[in-house]
């Protein structure tokens, strides 16, 4: 399938008033071969400004047991970049097995959950489970809901740092609208504070990208 072929795709489900889980998922399974590719073809740079974001906050010194949730890791490419920062741990969790077929061929990753987290799913973990969490991507229609970042607080150390980065267009979709409003709730009730909160262009080369970074209280 050729790069824009792939957009289209991507584009129409995104625009359609009937995507629902399975599609998406669908989407996913016939795109894993050449996901990696194709992301590579529109110059992707979220995974490494997420890595980046992490790694400003975490000394060198404290990354090779600095325990990481990879959530909605598709393919791994948030793994590759943050081995490229030196972190260690990595688990990873993701309801698309085809996906994660290509993940664990990387043999980045530490434990790999193959599960949606969301609408009734949690993170099969303890809590306080991590240093960080890290999602790239995973907030779209049909992705994770909005809840999930009850689920993140749970599964953080205190001290635990989150970052997140999506399309930043789509927080204007409807079931993401409250995403920020509930960000800022948490932080309201001292669950954690907000570090940085960033637009930045040239995610892709087709948009822009929206950054969020947390740190639990
Ligand atoms: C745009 S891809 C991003 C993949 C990877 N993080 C990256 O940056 O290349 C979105 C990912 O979200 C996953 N996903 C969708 N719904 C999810 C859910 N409810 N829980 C966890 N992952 C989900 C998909 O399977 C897919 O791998």
Redesign the pocket.
Known sequence: MSESSFRDGWADLMGSEHIT?EK??DH?AQNAEN?DEH?RQIQ?T??TRIAEKLAQQVPLEERSHFDIL?????????GEALVEKQFGTIDA????QP?LAKLEAKGIYRRVFC?????G?NAPVEDGAYDGVV????F?K????IE?LDEIIRILKPGGFFVN?MTASYIKFPELLGLEPKMDQLEQAKKWVKISREVQSGSTIHAAGLYHVYKKL
């Not at 969790?93 to 698309?96: F, M, T, W």
């Not at 599960?115 to 609408?119: E, I, S, V």
């Not at 049909?142 to 809901?145: A, F, Q, R, V, Y």
């Open positions: 889980k998406v998922l996913y996901y992301l992707s979220g995974p990879d959530v909605a890791a598709g393919t791994g490419r948030v969790l993701d309801p698309s996906l599960t949606f987290l969301g609408n799913h999602i790239s991507g995973g779209s049909e992705h994770l809901p999930v980065g």
